[in-house]
């Protein structure tokens, strides 16, 4: 979002319906495509959800394959009001002007994004570029290749790279500033760490933790909360970033140092990334526990299941701000305040799948993609989205689902989604 616009980037594929399987299943097979696609920009009017503009960004046969369940625009715009940065896949990054216009497109490589121990499938990329101050930052962790860069918005050359050994992984990177210093933190397995946003020097690295790494960074003043999971370890880590230098990995994961202020081997998240909520820490894991931490001490305050048995539940959202908002099964979705002690919400009923990533500064939107109904335990509903006629409860909403804002709902259930 940015000032009364909201902008997304989606892609078609004309002719038959591509082949998607959705459910839970651990299968993670991919799907090649051999018909060309359109990736398109579209900007919406924040307040009334009217489409501004649909412009086409790129078209072409997608160079790599994709999940079953994903597409090949997986990665979240970003902008700072002067351009609109994209990555669109195994076709690379791209840049607009605030109207949609091409303003440069920059090749990142193969691209080819799937699970180190299984490299003949292919999950397409996922990681979402930042903008910061004039330069375009980028992490592309793949299986060819990973390395961290940083671009000049203007132009799109390329003002450094740094190599990394890593795996690949699906994570976005966070800026953070420390003393006066601006550095990119990242998130993986082998090589966590951060590094200088001018020279792109790496300053410090930490190894450990789940072989699958999605969660982005969560940087909180001069705190940096970090999670992943898969293999044997799933930690949900803080680091205390004045004191992170070198190598600070401890000799066992769960352990601490003077940097690793606090972990918790065992209470990571697969997919989502944490939230601070003033002085607590906010995690779900994918067996539908809801985590919440004192986040200077780590200390657990309590931990909730969601809704139904663990072992069978799985997690497609994030944690946000102003409520705890939790999927659990398809068409199962759960909510909790935000406080030490707390009562879980009933599930709603066809509740939105919702991917957050990243929190948005310009208001609260839901995003869903069907009908859906939130209520509290025992109450009335509080907002309803009716997504393929693009309405909500009490006026026209946004298209595509951006369809209630945080005033539609009552104080006590106002959150943010997607």
Not at 394 to 415: E, H, I, K, N, Y
């Amino acid at each position: 979002m940015w000032g009364a616009q909201v902008y997304l980037a989606t892609v078609d594929r004309p002719g038959p319906r591509p082949t998607v399987k959705l459910g839970v299943y651990g299968a993670g097979d991919s799907e090649k495509e051999k018909e060309p696609h359109q990736w398109r920009l579209l900007c919406f009017e924040r307040a009334t959800g009217k489409i501004l503009w649909n412009k086409p960004g790129h078209e072409a046969v997608p160079s790599q394959e994709r999940h079953l369940k994903a597409t090949h625009c997986n990665s979240t715009l970003a902008t700072d009001g002067q351009c609109i940065v994209a990555i669109f896949g195994s076709e690379g990054l791209f840049c607009f002007e605030m109207d949609g216009t091409p303003r440069w497109r920059v090749a990142l490589g193969k691209m080819d994004a799937g699970p180190w121990d299984a490299p003949q499938l292919q999950w397409s990329f996922a990681s979402s570029p930042l903008l910061h101050d004039g330069k375009v930052i980028v992490q592309c962790d793949v299986l060819s290749e990973q390395y961290l860069a940083v671009f000049d918005a203007r132009d799109g050359r390329e003002l450094w790279r740094t190599k990394r050994q890593e795996v690949a992984n699906w994570c976005t990177p966070a800026v953070a500033v420390v003393d006066g210093r601006t550095q990119i933190v990242v998130n993986g397995w082998k090589q966590i760490g951060g590094y200088d946003f001018a020279s792109g020097k790496q300053l410090w690295t930490l190894s450990g933790g789940g072989d699958i790494p999605v969660p982005a960074p969560l940087v909180v003043d001069d705190w940096v909360f970090l999670t992943s999971a898969h293999g044997t370890y799933r930690p949900l880590r803080a680091i205390r970033l004045g004191a992170a230098q070198g190598d600070i990995s401890p000799p066992a994961v769960g352990d601490t140092n003077a940097a690793v202020a606090w972990c918790h081997a065992k209470l990571g998240s697969y997919m989502q990334t944490p939230i601070v909520v003033g002085d607590l820490l906010w995690s779900c894991d994918w067996q539908g526990i809801l985590t919440c931490v004192d986040r200077a001490t780590g200390k657990s305050t309590t931990a909730n299941g969601c809704s139904g048995p663990a072992r069978r539940s799985r997690r497609r959202a994030s944690p946000r701000r102003d409520i705890s908002i939790s999927r659990t099964r398809p068409a199962k979705c759960s909510a909790c305040r935000p406080a030490r002690s707390f009562p879980s919400l009933r599930p709603t009923r066809s509740a939105p799948r919702a991917s957050p990533r990243r929190r948005s500064r310009m208001g609260r939107f839901i995003f869903g993609r069907r009908r859906s109904c939130w209520r509290w335990a025992g109450g009335e509903p509080c907002a309803v989205v009716d997504v393929p006629t693009a309405r909500c409860s009490d006026r026209p909403g946004m298209a595509l689902g951006l369809g209630v804002t945080q005033d539609d709902l009552p104080s006590a259930l106002r959150f943010q989604c997607g």
